[in-house]
């Protein structure tokens, strides 16, 4: 199984970067836009695994206290064509991040290594980048938790589902 540790969104939060798709939409950017369950903050891609276990038991070890994060500018990978959402988080998802690979180390759970850049992907294979209209969402979210996420391909769509969460100590 494929695997990857994630924010995933509050609602509301999730509702304010489904506006921004839809005003990307609006543009006349193509691609494939990523579904609404799908949005997340990726924090370590792990990949396939036989058993979720390892990785189970590496985020039982994360410790962290909860935070805010808000939505920044919006970014464009053009090596992969991926417009994405920023975010603005004090560097607490790349302390997070660091925190998740450390543990995943520790338990020899293996993870790719590039550094994290915290980001939403919005809409992968994008058809440009021609973004400076779009309004920043405004909208603000605490992270309580961390997802171990699956990633499965189910009738020809990406699906993503958690196996097992982390909370943050208050
Ligand atoms: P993303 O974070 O830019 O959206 C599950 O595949 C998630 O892990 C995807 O959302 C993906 O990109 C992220 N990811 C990070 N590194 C990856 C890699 N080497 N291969 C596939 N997905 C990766």
């Given at each position: 199984m494929r695997l990857f540790v994630a924010l995933?969104?509050?609602d509301a939060f999730r509702a304010s970067i489904i506006n921004t798709q839809a005003a990307l939409r609006k543009c006349g950017i193509k691609g494939t836009?990523?579904?609404p369950d799908s949005l997340h903050v990726t924090l370590a891609f792990i990949g396939e695994q036989k058993s979720p276990s390892a990785a189970n038991d590496a985020?039982?070890?994360v410790s962290f206290s909860p935070f805010?994060?808000?939505?920044?500018?919006l970014g464009y990978f053009r090596s992969s064509s991926i417009i994405w959402q920023g975010l603005e988080d004090n560097g607490n998802i790349v302390m997070l991040a660091e925190k998740v690979r450390t543990a995943l180390?520790?338990?020899?759970v293996p993870f790719d290594g590039k550094p994290a850049v915290p980001h939403i992907t919005l809409i992968r294979r994008a058809s440009s980048f021609d973004?400076?209209?779009i309004a920043v969402?405004?909208?603000t979210m605490t992270v309580e938790r961390i997802d171990l996420m699956r990633s499965d391909v189910i009738s020809g769509r990406r699906v993503y589902t958690s196996l097992f969460y982390r909370k943050a100590e208050s």
């Open positions: 995933m969104l509050s836009y990523t579904a985020l039982k070890q805010e994060i808000s939505a920044g500018p180390q520790r338990s020899g973004a400076e209209k969402p405004t909208e």
